[in-house]
């Protein structure tokens, strides 16, 4: 995985339609919403992607086979937003556990967070 890191606003979206374009590989977004945007902008870049789809379509497809074996994610942040929201303390512990130590080259004891299930609103 490559991650393409640049402030809002320079074209990180630019560069994965241009990215599906040449490789063939659906963009996965938050929202319908962003659906919609991605193929507009691709329309007006003249880019032929296939079928953008939604983080929410990933998870059902997951469970019955899923057409999409590699996607193109704008807006990771968004999808680890939903993984603090869904999944069970363990398995965000356990995801995070090997996160931290690999990034800090640290066993992580304690750590906070104001995400989780029993915070949303």
Known sequence: MTIIS???GCGKTHQLIMLS???QIPIAVETTHEVHNIIEKAKKLKCNIPDP???THLKTCKRGG???KKVL???MECVFRDIMRNLDKEEV?????ALL???LNADVA???TSAGKENDQ
């Open 21 to 23: 374009d040449a490789m």
């Open 93 to 97: 512990v356990f995801t995070l556990y």
């Open 73 to 75: 994610l704008d807006n």
């Open 53 to 55: 789809v939604t983080i």
């Open 110 to 112: 304690f750590a906070t």
């Open 6 to 8: 640049k402030p809002r």
């Open 101 to 103: 130590r690999n990034y």
């Open 66 to 68: 899923s057409t999409c």
